[in-house]
């Protein structure tokens, strides 16, 4: 872990990270994001937020994102987020998010949001009919980030880009009201094997909660039978397994495979390679399956006692809100008193 950022601030060192609540979680989510955050919550005071707002970029059915973002509460706290000792909470539950978001809005440069490729994926052909939300989604991911102060940001490799505008967001805001240190620039996390996983369908492409295709990924809420059915039917190449990374070279799917087995299985792709390397992909995928089953089935199930009882859920939620607005108040009383609002 580098301390670029908590060096050169005077601000305590924070956590901050957020997932939507948009279709199921998935295994990318998971590895990417989630298993990353636990460990966490060891050495730092952490912030994990549901990011809803962030979902209303693209058209949702109100009732299906409620149920979502309880859905999405319920897998973190299954996953092992401890909502106790740190802040678990969904965004809408602390308008400072959407305030300072405003503020970024006058900060960050069209030019900025134009180079995003990930609306440009969003957006796709029909960018004239996008939401505006979706183009000047970074800015209020800036903003969740920032209105704590966060200095350490645990994401997938997809958010980078993300995250390197909302430090030019935190340097341009320090600059232009010469306020040194205002906001830290914070440091992104890009942690474990498998930072980038892929489609199970096609693997140069990232795996989606959003992908037509159910096919294409492992949601966190499918059971034993399903999971093993979509790595069955995952593509893969007439080749054995390679035995070394240099052999995945123009085989996407082989890479993606091995590297989920990696990291389910707590080792590296090299020495993954060692166990699996030189084998025919029928019986590593059964092995594949079975490491994910074992993975997955516990946290299936905790997430699901857990929805038994949305009302406490909800009582969570809140209680993060509660404790999330208690630390962003005075941060923001200052940007509004440093950009010149009265009050
Ligand atoms: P979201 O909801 O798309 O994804 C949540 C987290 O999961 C990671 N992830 C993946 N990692 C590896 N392989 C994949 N296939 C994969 N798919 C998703 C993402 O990188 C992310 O870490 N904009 C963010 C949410 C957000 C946020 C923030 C994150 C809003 N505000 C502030 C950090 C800080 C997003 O849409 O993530």
Same mark, same amino acid.
């Given at each position: 872990?580098?301390?670029?950022? /908590?060096?050169?601030? %005077?601000?305590? &060192? $924070?956590?901050?990270?957020?997932?939507?609540?948009?279709?199921?979680?998935?295994?990318?989510?998971?590895?990417?994001?989630?298993?990353?955050?636990?460990? #966490?919550?060891?050495?730092?005071?952490?912030?994990?937020?549901?990011?809803?707002?962030?979902?209303?970029?693209?058209? &949702?059915?109100?009732?299906?994102?409620?149920?979502?973002?309880?859905?999405?509460?319920?897998?973190?706290?299954?996953?092992?987020?401890?909502?106790?000792?740190?802040?678990?909470?969904?965004?809408?539950?602390?308008?400072?998010?959407?305030?300072?978001?405003?503020?970024?809005?006058?900060?960050?440069?069209?030019?900025?949001?134009?180079?995003?490729?990930?609306?440009?994926?969003?957006?796709?052909?029909? %960018?004239?009919?996008?939401?505006?939300?979706?183009?000047?989604?970074?800015?209020?991911?800036?903003?969740?980030? #920032?209105?704590?102060?966060?200095?350490?940001?645990?994401?997938?490799?997809? &958010?980078?880009?993300?995250?390197?505008?909302?430090?030019?967001?935190?340097?341009?805001?320090?600059?232009?009201?010469?306020?040194?240190?205002? +906001?830290?620039?914070?440091?992104?996390?890009?942690?474990?094997?498998?930072?980038?996983?892929?489609?199970?369908?096609?693997?140069?492409?990232?795996? /989606?909660? /959003?992908?037509?295709?159910?096919?294409?990924?492992?949601?966190?809420?499918?059971?034993?039978?399903?999971?093993?059915?979509?790595?069955? %039917?995952?593509?893969?190449?007439?080749?054995?397994?390679?035995?070394?990374?240099?052999?995945?070279?123009?085989?996407?799917?082989?890479?993606?495979?091995?590297?989920?087995?990696?990291?389910?299985?707590?080792?590296?792709?090299?020495?993954?390679? $060692?166990?699996?390397?030189?084998?025919? +992909?029928?019986?590593? %995928?059964?092995?594949?399956?079975?490491?994910?089953?074992?993975?997955?089935?516990?946290?299936?199930?905790?997430?699901?006692?857990?929805?038994?009882?949305?009302?406490?859920?909800?009582?969570? #939620?809140?209680?993060?809100?509660?404790?999330?607005?208690?630390? /962003?108040?005075?941060?923001?009383?200052?940007?509004?008193?440093?950009?010149? #609002?009265?009050?």
């Amino acid at each position: 872990m580098t301390d670029a950022a /908590s060096s050169a601030t %005077k601000h305590p &060192q $924070r956590v901050f990270s957020g997932i939507q609540p948009t279709g199921n979680l998935t295994l990318g989510n998971y590895l990417g994001a989630i298993r990353n955050w636990v460990p #966490l919550q060891e050495k730092f005071d952490c912030i994990y937020c549901v990011v809803d707002l962030h979902a209303l970029t693209v058209w &949702q059915e109100p009732a299906t994102l409620r149920d979502a973002t309880r859905q999405v509460a319920a897998a973190l706290i299954a996953c092992g987020i401890d909502a106790d000792k740190h802040i678990l909470f969904n965004q809408s539950q602390n308008p400072d998010h959407a305030e300072l978001a405003w503020y970024f809005n006058c900060v960050a440069r069209m030019g900025w949001l134009n180079r995003m490729t990930q609306f440009k994926e969003k957006a796709g052909k029909n %960018k004239e009919n996008a939401s505006t939300g979706l183009f000047v989604y970074p800015n209020l991911m800036a903003a969740d980030i #920032l209105a704590y102060r966060g200095t350490h940001v645990p994401v997938g490799e997809d &958010q980078k880009q993300h995250l390197e505008l909302a430090r030019d967001i935190a340097i341009k805001f320090n600059n232009d009201w010469g306020v040194e240190d205002f +906001f830290p620039v914070l440091e992104p996390l890009i942690l474990g094997e498998a930072t980038r996983v892929m489609s199970l369908r096609d693997g140069t492409k990232k795996m /989606s909660k /959003s992908d037509p295709s159910d096919m294409a990924r492992i949601n966190l809420t499918d059971d034993a039978d399903t999971i093993a059915k979509k790595i069955r %039917k995952a593509k893969t190449d007439p080749e054995n397994l390679p035995t070394d990374k240099d052999g995945f070279k123009d085989r996407p799917e082989a890479q993606n495979l091995v590297t989920i087995y990696a990291a389910l299985t707590n080792q590296t792709v090299e020495t993954a390679l $060692r166990e699996v390397g030189g084998g025919q +992909f029928g019986a590593f %995928k059964q092995q594949l399956a079975d490491a994910a089953v074992a993975h997955l089935e516990p946290i299936t199930t905790e997430m699901n006692r857990l929805l038994e009882d949305v009302a406490e859920i909800d009582r969570i #939620l809140a209680k993060g809100g509660e404790r999330a607005r208690a630390l /962003s108040a005075p941060i923001l009383a200052e940007v509004r008193e440093t950009v010149g #609002l009265v009050r």
